[in-house]
């Protein structure tokens, strides 16, 4: 089977992508054969904020026969059969909750999936992946992992400290992934995550989502496939090629989407508000890998894996097997 052919072919699941919030780019997803889309609902927003911007998706998906919202591996299954992209919403970060686990069950019900705990700030939960200390899971958050698994939310440790998502493996009773991190044996900052993390997360049964924000990729300001390529082989290398799948992150302040005088605009606003420190994310412009610029070039990374030696069976299951088998599992259907 070529290239093209087995992208068109597989379940292609971009577990990370922001950029949704604008969705004039579903059409770029589509375009790259991306079958489950996951878009960000909430990065450190409240409980009302995080509502208002799933109504908007509620919304959408009413008119919009594209889409479908899924909450098992069975409605996923037949939207790809149907040709229609099924619909995950993602929370990066757990603030959405404020105070209440009740709050769990309402986004679950509301069509959220997956949730990360922090978005590298602490919280309610712990501590995050920029904070200074790392002191770990709090008692609240020990009962939204338990809340989590019984509800059928994945739980998400991206941007999250370490030793909160080690916590958080060791509490959860159902997989836990890293819907888009990279391995700091790659490329060491301090988003990426320790071979400690990736070999908890596989123990529990997780997955780790290669991201393709350049600056967790390599120090290249343009990093290039091959180098995004490496974050994937060395997990797959470390605990076997079931734990690594895709979490791309684009957003909207990445080249190709932004011009530079909005995207440093946006760089200096997060900064500002805490939820970036300059020494781990560093100024635009943002150059994805190069073949895999934009979501609507995803097919050339199929093309790559082959030209790396990854079988089809590999190919696959870090496209999207891997992430179907955590959801079934998380979900419990």
């Not at 941007?159 to 159902?174: F, P, Q, W, Y």
Request: glycine letters at 10%; aromatic letters at 8%; proline letters at 4%.
């Amino acid at each position: 089977m070529d290239s093209d052919a087995l992208h068109q072919d597989a379940l292609v699941i971009d577990a990370a992508a922001p950029l949704l919030r604008n969705r004039r780019y579903i059409d770029h997803y589509i375009a790259g054969g991306v079958d489950v889309l996951v878009p960000t609902v909430c990065t450190n927003d409240n409980a009302a904020q995080a509502l208002a911007t799933i109504a908007g998706w509620h919304a959408h998906l009413r008119k919009d026969d594209r889409l479908r919202l899924v909450t098992s591996v069975a409605e996923i299954i037949l939207a790809k059969k149907a040709r229609k992209a099924s619909v995950i919403l993602h929370a990066q970060g757990g603030d959405l909750l404020e105070n209440k686990i009740d709050f769990v069950d309402v986004f679950k019900a509301l069509g959220v999936g997956i949730m990360q705990f922090t978005y590298n700030e602490k919280n309610r939960l712990g501590d995050g992946a920029g904070e200074r200390t790392d002191a770990g899971l709090s008692i609240f958050g020990v009962k939204v992992v338990q809340r989590c698994n019984d509800v059928g939310i994945v739980i998400d440790g991206s941007h999250t400290g370490c030793r909160t998502t080690l916590d958080a493996m060791e509490n959860s009773s159902k997989p836990v992934v890293f819907s888009h991190a990279n391995p700091k044996g790659v490329h060491d900052t301090a988003r990426n995550i320790t071979d400690e993390q990736i070999k908890a997360c596989a123990a529990t049964g997780g997955v780790i989502g290669a991201v393709g924000y350049p600056a967790f990729v390599s120090d290249a300001a343009r990093p290039s496939l091959d180098q995004f390529i490496d974050h994937i082989a060395y997990v797959a290398d470390l605990v076997g090629v079931e734990h690594v799948s895709l979490g791309i992150d684009y957003f909207e302040g990445q080249a190709g989407v932004a011009d530079d005088e909005r995207a440093i605009k946006e760089y200096e606003g997060r900064i500002a508000e805490g939820r970036w420190r300059r020494s781990d994310y560093p100024p635009p412009p943002y150059y994805y890998p190069e073949g895999i610029e934009t979501p609507d070039k995803l097919a050339s990374l199929t093309a790559a894996l082959i030209r790396r030696g990854f079988s089809e069976d590999d190919i696959r299951a870090i496209l999207g097997l891997n992430w179907l088998r955590v959801l079934k599992t998380c979900w419990g259907r």
